[in-house]
């Protein structure tokens, strides 16, 4: 990049004595609150309306949201009516608290606990600014005047609550945000918030809320765990506050922000579903409960229909979700890669037959299927996949199992449809690829019809066999049906092919049940073979299996293959 205009100002990091949380670990979810709703619906294009929002509010609850931010009800009318709608038409369970947004400004407080009256459960959060840089190009204020603001404040909130207290059975609560805290002098930010604390005469069994956010990204995480710890470890009334924090995501790393701030000694945690909101976005909610279910932390949130909430999501949002969104997007639980879906098919193997109770399949950090996408395809085929890949989507499709060496094969035949489209193959074409080739073939040599018998020790093959559409009837014997129908196949000129290998599989279930025969053969010029052979009958699936494989390698013969 060519040398900036105008220099930049690097962070400052947070001296720390005797840092603690690098050795802390995550083991319980924090309280978590939406601010999916909040004012201007999170900088939307196209804002939600009515209809949208009580939808939105709905599948909030349904994930088990108990803290939710619905909006900033002193903006706009429109707001308003949204507060007021989820009031009087008791979209609001008792056990849910609705939180409101409002500027320390008297006259839009007065105008929030007006939109309130029938609540029963609100968190009012007020907040004000008091970074380095707005106080100085922005409020032109200096340190007392921001200090003021928060102050009369918290006082008006104070007041305007016990007179709703003294008529109505309303639980409120309080919760203040130093605006753009990661830009404050951090013994700023614990001067004003202690202030705030004894405006709102804060106790602990009266706690209130202190919402440190990261209105702006200006630094790496640990620098924001630094400041959470120092805050914590220094504000004078730290057990009459819940601490809380609201990280944004302009560096890109908004969930490591949060994390190492719970780490730090943070309580509560405000995000959105997939990170929605100005900018970059809020933190993701969605990925932070995820990553501690993936430890097993009970997140508190129910996200095992995450299809679905992706679902409301975009059509409340007209936002759409990036294909490689951590555990909602479309390719997260995919492998193109030969070696990575070789391994996730041996790791599902060994799920399958160690019956163990531990996840363990690499890739994947999560079971797709606790998040209700088992019958997604888990790997999808392109140029670039591998010889297992295809035989894992046939086994996930239709149930079939190649054996380990019909792999290469099979591979080999669907990496070259891939090559010729250079688009990734779906698994209706996967499958449609193994018809042509194994199923549907058309060849030399047809069965018309057959009977086995024993005689002195050996099993007989009668039968009738086309020949370029020409019958011919043959026989042959054995020390099995699959030795004798060899013989009889020798007695016509059919030499040099020899019996490898064999497997069987029943491919469905009562009293039309088929099975499916793969049949691995020796050709002449001492290459290998396979052939596949389908029939309600096993016997006749193994010969229709021979026939697969020597017309597959006439076949190829003529076409220069082979």
Not at 101 to 127: D, M, W
Not at 210 to 217: A, G, R
Not at 248 to 273: P, S, Y
Not at 413 to 432: C, M
Request: aromatic share 8%; net charge negative; charged share 25%.
């Amino acid at each position: 990049m060519k040398k900036p205009k105008k220099s930049y100002i690097p962070f400052r990091p947070v001296s720390l004595s005797n840092r603690q949380w690098p050795d802390q670990v995550i083991t319980k979810a924090p309280i978590w609150c939406s601010v999916d709703l909040r004012d201007g619906n999170q900088a939307l294009v196209t804002p939600m309306q009515l209809e949208e929002k009580v939808l939105l509010f709905k599948k909030l609850v349904e994930i088990g949201f108990k803290e939710i931010e619905v909006g900033f009800p002193s903006a706009s009318e429109t707001e308003y009516e949204i507060l007021r709608t989820l009031i009087e038409e008791n979209y609001i369970p008792d056990d849910v608290t609705i939180q409101v947004l409002v500027q320390a400004r008297p006259q839009l407080i007065k105008r929030t606990f007006e939109s309130l009256c029938g609540a029963k459960n609100v968190i009012v959060h007020f907040y004000n600014s008091t970074s380095t840089l707005q106080r100085k190009v922005v409020f032109k204020e200096e340190r007392e005047g921001i200090i003021k603001i928060a102050a009369e404040g918290a006082r008006l909130i104070r007041e305007l609550s016990e007179k709703e207290r003294a008529k109505s059975e309303m639980n409120i609560r309080y919760e203040y945000s130093p605006e753009s805290f990661t830009g404050t002098e951090i013994d700023f930010a614990i001067e004003i918030c202690e202030r705030v604390l004894a405006e709102l005469e804060a106790s602990e069994d009266q706690k209130v809320i202190l919402n440190l956010p990261s209105t702006v990204e200006l630094a790496t995480p640990n620098t924001y765990a630094d400041q959470i710890e120092y805050f914590c470890h220094n504000l004078k009334d730290r057990k009459k506050a819940i601490i809380s924090v609201h990280p944004h995501n302009d560096r890109g790393t908004g969930v490591a922000a949060a994390e190492l701030a719970l780490m730090a000694g943070a309580d509560r945690v405000e995000g959105t579903l997939f990170g929605n909101g100005e900018r970059t976005g809020n933190v993701d909610i969605v990925t932070l409960a995820l990553n501690m279910y993936t430890q097993n932390i009970d997140p508190g949130l129910d996200f095992s229909n995450i299809n679905e909430i992706k679902n409301v999501y975009e059509k409340c949002t007209k936002m759409i979700l990036h294909e490689r969104h951590p555990y909602a997007g479309e390719l997260v639980f995919t492998a193109f890669s030969g070696s990575h879906q070789d391994a996730i098919r041996k790791g599902y193997e060994y799920m399958e037959n160690s019956n163990a109770d531990l996840w363990e399949v690499p890739y994947l950090p999560i079971n797709p299927a606790d998040l209700n996408r088992e019958y997604e395809p888990v790997i999808r085929i392109n140029s670039q996949s591998g010889k297992g890949g295809a035989a894992f989507v046939l086994h996930q499709t239709i149930g079939y199992d190649l054996p380990k060496q019909m792999h290469p094969e099979f591979g080999e035949i669907v990496k070259k449809a891939a090559d010729n489209s250079g688009e990734e193959l779906t698994p209706q074409r996967i499958v449609k690829l193994f018809n042509q080739e194994y199923v549907e073939i058309i060849g030399k040599y047809m069965l018309q019809n057959h009977k086995f018998y024993e005689e002195n020790h050996n099993t007989v093959f009668e039968g009738c066999i086309s020949e370029d559409g020409q019958e011919r009837y043959i026989t042959g014997r054995g020390n099995g049906p699959i030795d004798a129908f060899f013989s009889a196949l020798n007695s016509i000129g059919l030499v040099g092919f020899e019996f490898i290998s064999y497997q069987e599989h029943a491919i469905s279930k009562g009293s039309n049940a088929k099975a499916i025969s793969f049949i691995e053969l020796k050709i002449p010029d001492n290459g290998h073979i396979f052939g596949v052979g389908i029939h309600s009958n096993i016997n006749v699936a193994s010969l229709l299996g021979i026939l697969c494989a020597i017309n597959r390698a006439i076949n190829h013969k003529n076409n220069g293959k082979i």
